[in-house]
C-alpha cells in the first residue's frame, strides 16, 4: 500500500503518524510545499506577541524526526501540482529546484488546507501580511524588531510602531492582541457591524470594549480603500498610520487540485467527502479546512477551520484507508468509523477576555427561520465569598420545540472554557437545556458554585420549557414598550441611578409586594441586573394575577445590545434582530410622575 499526503501541517500530518501505527507496511510519502512540517500554526500569534519565545517551540517535528519515529518520508519544498487519477499519479515540483516529478499512488490524502483572500483593493502600494505560516511570522517579527526591538511597554496611540490588521474575526483578534504586546499601536478594521462575527452583537459588544480599553482602535462598518507610503485610507475617509498591515479576512478552502481533478466540491464550497472522509474517488480522501463538514444543528453540509477537526478528520481517513485496504496488509489494523456531525466549538482568549462559542448563534437561527429560546446568565466563576471570582455572560440557544442546546456563547474570564466545554459536550451527548440543570459537576468554592454556571442555565431553561416564566430579548424590549408595556425595574434605587432602561420605573424587589397596587393596568415587563431578582419579580407578579415577562439577562445585556447597536450605525445586526428605539409609554411615564 503506497500512500500520498499533500499538506504536512494539522490534517495531513495526523492522517500520516495514524497511517502508520496502523500499518507498518505501508510506503507513505508527505509532500508540503512549505519549509516546515507539523508546527504549531495555532501558536503563531504569540511568537509574534513575545509569549513564546523560542521560536523552535513552533516547530513540533521535523522530516527527520518523523522518519525516525515514524518511518515517513516526508518531503519539505515539493509541491503538487496535479493529479492523474486514472494513472494514479501526482505531480510533484521541488520548490527549490524546480524539477518536476511523478508519483503514483494506491490512496492520497488530500490535506491541503485553506487559501486567504486578500481584500485590499489593487492600487495599494503597501506589503500587506498574512499570519498562517512560519515564513510570515518571520516576516512580521523581522519588521516589529526593526522597528520597536524584542519588546516594548509603549502601547496606545503613543507607541512608535503602528499597524492595521483587517478583520476583527479568532485570528484577527489574537493579531491584534498580540501586536499590542510587542507595543504596536493597532487599527482593527473590520467590514461587519461589530468584532467576532460569528457571536450575537451583545456578546460581542464587550469584547470590543476590551479591545479599546486596551488602546485599540477599532473600526466596524468600515472597509480599507487604499495603502501606501504608511498610510491607510479608510472607507469612512479617514487615513490611519501603517508601517505593517496584517489581512486576516478570512479563509477559503484549497480546492484547486481537488477542482482541477474533477472530484466533486460540496455546496458549501469545500471537497465533499463521505463520513469517513473519502471523496467522490474512493481512492482520495481529503481532510482539514480543505473538506466539506457535516453541521451538527442543520445537518447540512458546511465550511469549518478548525484544528481539532482537522486532526480528528484526518485521523479518520487513516483508519479508513486502513479499513478499505482488504489486502491483508500484515498488522492493518484500521476500521473506518462514521465522523460525527461538527458543532463548530471556537475559543479565543483577548487580554485575559475568553470568548468562547459552539453551535448556532441567535442571528443565525433567527436567519433560518428557527424556532428558538434564548437565555443570558452573568454568573460568577466560582462561589462569590471566595476571592477572585469573575462574572461571565453567558448565552444559550435553545430549540423552541425539542428543547436541544442548539448553541452556546460565553464572554468572561476564568472558567468559561470549562463551560463551554460541558454545553459542548451536553449537546454532543444529546442532553436538552432543562437536563443541564441536573448534571452533577465538580465544586468547591474556588472552582464552581454549588449551583455551577451550567446548571444555572439549566434552571432559567427548565422554568421557560415548563412556563414558570416567561422572558423577552433586549432586541424585543422596544417593541413591547411601544405595545403599551410597563418596564418595572426591581433593582435597588441606587442600582437605578447609575444607570436605567429609559421608560423604566423603579420598584425594588424588597418593595414590590408593597407597591404592587400602584402599578399600572397591562402587561409588564422587569428586570434586574442580570435576570435573577427579575425571575423572582416575575414569579411573585404572576402569582398576583399580573401578566408579566422578565427581560432575559437584565440590564446587563440590554446595555450590551445597546452598546452593539450604538457602535455600529449600519447596524448590520438589526436586518435580523427587530430593534427599535426605546419610546416611554403614557403607562410609564403615569409612574414615573
Ligand atoms: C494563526 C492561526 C491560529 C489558529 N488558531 C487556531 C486555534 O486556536 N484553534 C483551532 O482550532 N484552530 C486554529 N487555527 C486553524 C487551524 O490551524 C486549521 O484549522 C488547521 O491547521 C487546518 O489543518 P489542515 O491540515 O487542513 O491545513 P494546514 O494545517 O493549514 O496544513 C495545510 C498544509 O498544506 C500545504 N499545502 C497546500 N497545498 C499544497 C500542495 N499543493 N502541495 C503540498 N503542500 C501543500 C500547506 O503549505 C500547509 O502547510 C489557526 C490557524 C492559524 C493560521
Redesign the pocket.
Known amino acids: 500500500m503506497k500512500i500520498l499526503i499533500?499538506?504536512?501541517?494539522?490534517?495531513?500530518?495526523?492522517a500520516a503518524t495514524r497511517m502508520r501505527r496502523l500499518d507498518e507496511a505501508a510506503e507513505i510519502i508527505v509532500?508540503?510545499?512549505?519549509h516546515?512540517?507539523s508546527?504549531a500554526?495555532?501558536?503563531?500569534?504569540y511568537y509574534v506577541g513575545g509569549l513564546i519565545e523560542d521560536r523552535s517551540a513552533l516547530l513540533l517535528q521535523t522530516p527527520e524526526s518523523l522518519a525516525s519515529r515514524f518511518r515517513l518520508d516526508v518531503r519539505i519544498d515539493?509541491?503538487?501540482?496535479g493529479i492523474d487519477r486514472t494513472a494514479r499519479t501526482v505531480s510533484?515540483r521541488d520548490t527549490v529546484t524546480g524539477n518536476v516529478t511523478t508519483e503514483g499512488y494506491d490512496r492520497l490524502v488530500l490535506?491541503?488546507?485553506?487559501t486567504t483572500r486578500s481584500v485590499l483593493p489593487a492600487g495599494s502600494s503597501m506589503p500587506v501580511h498574512t499570519?498562517?505560516?512560519v515564513d510570515d511570522v518571520d516576516q512580521i517579527t523581522a519588521l516589529l524588531t526593526r522597528s520597536t526591538g524584542p519588546g516594548s511597554a509603549v502601547t496606545g496611540p503613543s507607541a512608535t510602531v503602528a499597524a492595521v490588521v483587517i478583520g476583527a474575526g479568532?485570528?484577527g483578534l489574537?493579531?491584534v492582541e498580540n501586536l499590542v504586546l510587542r507595543g504596536v499601536h493597532v487599527t482593527a478594521v473590520e467590514f461587519a457591524g461589530q468584532v467576532l462575527g460569528p457571536l450575537d452583537p451583545e456578546m460581542a459588544a464587550p469584547v470590543a470594549a476590551v479591545l479599546r480599553a486596551h488602546g485599540v482602535d477599532v473600526r466596524v462598518d468600515t472597509s480599507v480603500r487604499t495603502a501606501a507610503a504608511g498610510r491607510v485610507r479608510l472607507s469612512d475617509d479617514t487615513d490611519v498610520a501603517a508601517d505593517l498591515i496584517i489581512e486576516a479576512t478570512g479563509?477559503l478552502p484549497?480546492t484547486?487540485?481537488a477542482a482541477a481533478a474533477g472530484l466533486r466540491i460540496g455546496e458549501s464550497g469545500a471537497i465533499w467527502v463521505d463520513d469517513t472522509q473519502r471523496t467522490s474517488d474512493p481512492l482520495i480522501y481529503a481532510?482539514?479546512?480543505?473538506?466539506e463538514k457535516i453541521d451538527a444543528i442543520s445537518g447540512g453540509p458546511t465550511r469549518i477551520?478548525?484544528?481539532?477537526?482537522?486532526?480528528r478528520h484526518?485521523r479518520a481517513a487513516a483508519d479508513s484507508i486502513a479499513d478499505s485496504a482488504g489486502d491483508g496488509a500484515a498488522g492493518a489494523l484500521g476500521v473506518a468509523v462514521a465522523a460525527e456531525p461538527a458543532f463548530g466549538v471556537?475559543?479565543?482568549g483577548v487580554f485575559g477576555t475568553t470568548v468562547a462559542m459552539v453551535g448556532w448563534s441567535e442571528r443565525r437561527l433567527l436567519s433560518a427561520g428557527r424556532a428558538h429560546r434564548v437565555v443570558h446568565t452573568h454568573p460568577s466563576d466560582h462561589a462569590g465569598y471566595y476571592p477572585g471570582a469573575e462574572q461571565m455572560s453567558v448565552k444559550l440557544l435553545i430549540d423552541a420545540g425539542t428543547d436541544a442546546i442548539l448553541g452556546a456563547q460565553i464572554v468572561g474570564g476564568h472558567g468559561v472554557d470549562k463551560r463551554i466545554d460541558v454545553i459542548a459536550t451536553a449537546m454532543a451527548g444529546g442532553l436538552t437545556a432543562s437536563a443541564l440543570s441536573r448534571l452533577e459537576l465538580a465544586y468547591a468554592p474556588q472552582y464552581g458554585s454549588a449551583k455551577d454556571p451550567i446548571n444555572q442555565l439549566g434552571y432559567v431553561a427548565d422554568n421557560l420549557a415548563a412556563g414558570t416564566t416567561r422572558s423577552l430579548q433586549w432586541h424585543e424590549l422596544a417593541g413591547a414598550l411601544a405595545a403599551g408595556e410597563t418596564l418595572v425595574d426591581v433593582r435597588t434605587a441606587g442600582e437605578f441611578a447609575a444607570g436605567s432602561i429609559p421608560g423604566a420605573v423603579n420598584v425594588p424587589l424588597d418593595e414590590l409586594r408593597d407597591r404592587f397596587g400602584d402599578l399600572p393596568t397591562g402587561p409588564l415587563v422587569v428586570h434586574c441586573q442580570v435576570g435573577q431578582r427579575g425571575h423572582t419579580a416575575a414569579r411573585l407578579l404572576s402569582q398576583l394575577g399580573r401578566e408579566v415577562r422578565n427581560l432575559d439577562g437584565g440590564y446587563k445585556t440590554w446595555a450590551a445590545g445597546a452598546a452593539a447597536l450604538a457602535a455600529s450605525p449600519r447596524a448590520a445586526v438589526a436586518s435580523v434582530l427587530p430593534v427599535s428605539p426605546v419610546v416611554p409609554t403614557p403607562a410609564t411615564e403615569r409612574i414615573l410622575a
Do not use: K, Q, W
Open positions: 499533500v499538506g504536512g501541517v494539522a490534517g495531513g500530518m495526523s509532500f508540503e510545499r512549505g516546515y512540517v508546527f500554526n495555532c501558536g503563531l500569534p515539493h509541491e503538487v501540482t510533484v490535506a491541503a488546507g485553506a499570519l498562517r505560516t479568532f485570528i489574537e493579531a479563509v484549497d484547486s487540485l481532510v482539514g479546512d480543505g473538506a477551520a478548525m484544528a481539532g477537526l482537522a486532526n484526518g471556537a475559543i479565543v
